[in-house]
């Protein structure tokens, strides 16, 4: 790849984001794009760079350094891991990668004109004023009404239109300070609530097909900080401009079920749209039709539960031709008993069961993890089960005794990680690290979750965790040259190299795996890899000259397939090799059995040669009239021999009597 050193170089501010450092020193050498300035050097087929080169500090640290730029602080806000979808953090605050847009397309129109670059600021969309100049933060040409291009030659100049970016009227900044310097960066705890609140009003504008201003939003966000009455109110109006709500608080039950936010600002929000509601009929409000996806969540179930109980009876399901049935909440809310609770909301029945049991769910909240890791723990005995009769049917059922035992002594990774308030991603890893094994998990016992002893973990803290910055894992996206390391020191195959290799269908590759002939790579957890080592062994197996293939072999001894199967390999009198496929055996082997049947008889075949019953030489030798051979290689004596010259003078004892003689 080339490299070229740019005639100018603009110096970076401290606060400037990585595409204004682009625009800048496009523009300041003559390019007419950000684009244009890499065409010569970029070793890619596009010639183009994109965004993702704008999200990455090292992406873009090996980007400038094309063109001679050997940055000294970052212009990239950093990830927390190394993906698209990582938190991104802002002074040690953590936000969520949706709340960022792309680099290079918002700016305020005073700030560029005054000082002549984009802020990295710009690209945190609840930054909505700017704090120098009161004005809102825009993201598009006001002129042609097209979002402004992040790869632009000029910093205030539109692409599309060649206009210069206008101006934007003042607005009150007072409230977004207000929110800036006390809830939105002030601490983590501030800016998760914030956040919260935020995605609601997302949700919230989002279901009703409107949106709204990051202004407008953080207006309403400043209310619910200072008044919840006022904050319903400014919410209500603001949605009520642009769409009508029909079922307000079935709408707002459903909206609310996975933030929590306060009555104090549910209820007045409810009462605001329902003043706001035209129609003067309050049953309108329950005659919203929703689909079965949505009825799933407000009854907090699965779709395969909310079915089942539509094929009981339980929830009463209209059936049309319409590919997609939908139903009015109100018959929602007519529900049998058995499954809900309360008016808006359903729940599974509990079981009745004596006070020294539990069941499955309960021992799940109990440990901390879902359901179906409690069903694992006890299919492989980390938990006892026991069956009850419960209700007219037996179910299995936890001692709780048992599950605090269990508790006291043993400690899931997710657990784990909730009682030291970390990222359960990786945990494991990094506790392998510091030589703390796992006893139990997918790769040893096939455990759904990693189990870990609690007396191996009393020194472990949240400081140490967190501490780890390196250790051994499979997990996240390969380092550049990975690929190439790992053929250097290739141990394991994918299921397509192994059909090219061995020749075979990817099914039977599969089929020869299953029955332990090729063997699985267990250090790759979710694609199958078998081990190297056993393809090539299968390999040379199949293509060692010292051995006969079974076909091969029935033409060498000149015998059948059947009589080979039956009087060889069936009784094991030789040894076979077995690998699915191919079925082999020793060439020297297979010519010792030649010479055998030029000069030998089987029971079956002298029975024959003497037109007599297949068992008549078995009687013979049963009363001790004809005495068997064996071969030399026979030691267990399973298959009888008798030399062709006897049986020919047996047969020729039976046809002229006494008289014949050798």
């Known amino acids: 790849m080339e490299h070229i050193n740019l005639p100018v170089k603009p110096i970076p501010f401290p606060d400037e984001s990585a595409a204004s450092l682009l625009i800048r020193s496009a523009q300041a050498n003559g390019h007419e794009s950000a684009h244009r300035l890499f065409t010569l050097v970029l070793d890619r087929e596009d010639k183009f760079i994109n965004h993702g080169d704008l999200h990455d500090q090292t992406r873009f640290d090996n980007l400038i350094k094309l063109v001679g730029f050997n940055l000294s602080h970052e212009l990239v806000y950093p990830k927390l891991i190394s993906t698209n979808f990582s938190d991104v953090a802002i002074n040690d605050i953590q936000y969520p990668q949706s709340f960022f847009r792309k680099d290079g397309i918002a700016y305020c129109p005073d700030c560029i004109r005054e000082y002549g670059y984009l802020r990295k600021i710009w690209r945190f969309i609840p930054y909505s004023v700017c704090h120098i100049h009161g004005k809102e933060i825009i993201t598009i040409c006001k002129k042609c009404h097209r979002e402004t291009n992040a790869f632009r030659g000029s910093i205030n100049y539109c692409k599309k239109c060649d206009a210069e970016l206008p101006s934007s009227p003042s607005v009150d900044a007072s409230k977004f300070r207000f929110l800036f310097e006390n809830h939105i960066f002030k601490s983590q705890d501030d800016a998760d609530q914030y956040k919260n609140l935020w995605l609601f009003i997302e949700k919230f504008t989002r279901e009703l097909n409107t949106s709204l201003t990051p202004y407008e939003t953080n207006e309403i966000l400043y209310e619910m900080y200072c008044d919840h009455n006022k904050a319903a109110n400014l919410l209500a109006s603001s949605i009520y401009t642009k769409v009508r709500v029909k079922n307000p608080h079935d709408f707002l039950d459903w909206i609310n079920l996975q933030f929590s936010l306060p009555t104090s600002f549910i209820n007045p929000l409810l009462h605001e749209l329902i003043n706001r509601e035209e129609l003067n009929d309050l049953q309108t409000y329950i005659q919203a039709d929703i689909s079965k996806k949505q009825a799933a969540e407000l009854l907090r179930i699965s779709p395969k539960k909310l079915n089942t109980y539509i094929e009981k009876e339980i929830v009463v399901w209209p059936t049309t031709t319409s590919r997609e049935a939908k139903a009015p909440l109100d018959i929602l809310k007519k529900a049998n008993a058995d499954i809900h609770q309360s008016k808006a909301f359903f729940k599974p029945r509990k079981l009745a069961l004596p006070n020294e049991y539990t069941d499955f769910p309960t021992a799940g909240d109990e440990l901390m993890i879902n359901t179906e890791y409690v069903r694992s723990l006890c299919k492989h005995n980390w938990l006892k089960t026991e069956e009850l009769l419960v209700e007219g049917q037996f179910r299995k059922v936890i001692l709780k005794q048992d599950l ?21 991603t990786n945990l494991a890893e990094k506790l392998k690290s510091i030589d703390i094994e796992p006893i139990a998990g997918p790769s040893i016992d096939g455990l759904l979750t990693t189990l870990f002893r609690r007396s191996d973990l009393e020194k472990i803290s949240k400081e140490m965790i967190n501490g780890i910055k390196v250790y051994k894992t499979n997990a996240g996206r390969k380092p550049n040259g990975s690929r190439t390391q790992a053929q250097d020191v290739k141990t394991s195959v994918s299921v397509p190299e192994a059909s090219q290799l ?51 072999a029935c033409k060498l001894i000149g015998c059948t397939k059947q009589w080979l199967y039956i009087n060889i390999i069936n009784k094991e009198v030789l040894p076979i090799y077995d690998y699915k496929y191919w079925t082999l ?15 030998h008889f089987t029971s079956y075949e002298a029975s024959k040669f003497l037109g007599r019953h297949r068992t008549h030489i078995n009687n013979l030798k049963n009363r001790g009239q004809i005495i068997p051979c064996h071969a030399p290689f026979d030691t267990e004596k399973k298959l009888d021999l008798y030399p062709i010259d006897d049986i020919n003078f047996l047969r020729l004892k039976e046809k002229f009597g006494m008289a014949a003689e050798r």
């Open 404 to 424: 605090i035992d269990f508790d006291t002594q043993y400690v899931l990774v997710g657990t784990l990680a909730k009682e030291l308030e970390v990222n359960s």
């Open 585 to 599: 055996m020793s060439l020297s082997d297979a010519q010792r059995m030649m010479d055998i049947r030029d000069t």
């Open 502 to 552: 061995l020749q075979l269908s990817q099914q039977k590759v599969a089929t020869l795996v299953r029955k332990g002939i090729l063997k699985r790579d267990n250090c790759e957890k979710v694609k199958i890899f078998i081990t190297l080592e056993s393809v090539t062994f299968l390999k040379h197996q199949i293509n060692r000259t010292d051995l006969i293939s079974i076909d091969g």
